[in-house]
């Protein structure tokens, strides 16, 4: 079982940065393509950025292109994700997510296992 727990989340300025951290307390992730979504009020979940398993391919949203890096240290069972620049509009809960398969990887319903999120809040 795949037990994810995010943590890093706050509020922070337009134009700082952020970084939160995605951790698993079961299974080990190393096989696993990690995925950060998120969701702001009113809003659907949508893809943020994900990372396959070895680190070696990464997608991103435009929305956030050039702003966040997705990154991943299997040693210690943790994905990252560095928030540079942010702006009011990055205001949601931010989770992540788990796929063993990893063929689709921006597809949210190719996620098997999602933590319970952490709030980030970009204050204009």
């Known amino acids: 079982q795949v037990q994810l727990v995010e943590s890093g989340g706050g509020l922070v300025q337009a134009g700082g940065s952020l970084t939160i951290s995605c951790a698993s307390s079961?299974?080990?992730?190393?096989?696993?393509?990690m995925g950060w979504f998120r969701q702001a009020p009113g809003k659907e979940r949508e893809f943020v950025a994900a990372i396959r398993w070895n680190g070696g391919i990464t997608y991103y949203a435009d929305s956030v292109k050039g702003r966040f890096t997705i990154s991943r240290d299997n040693a210690k069972n943790t994905v990252y994700l560095q928030m540079n620049s942010l702006k009011p509009e990055d205001t949601a809960v931010y989770y992540c997510a788990a796929d063993l398969l990893g063929t689709r990887m921006t597809h949210r319903a190719e996620y098997e296992y999602w933590g319970q999120g952490t709030q980030v809040t970009v204050s204009s």
């Open positions: 079961g299974r080990t992730l190393s096989a696993y393509t």
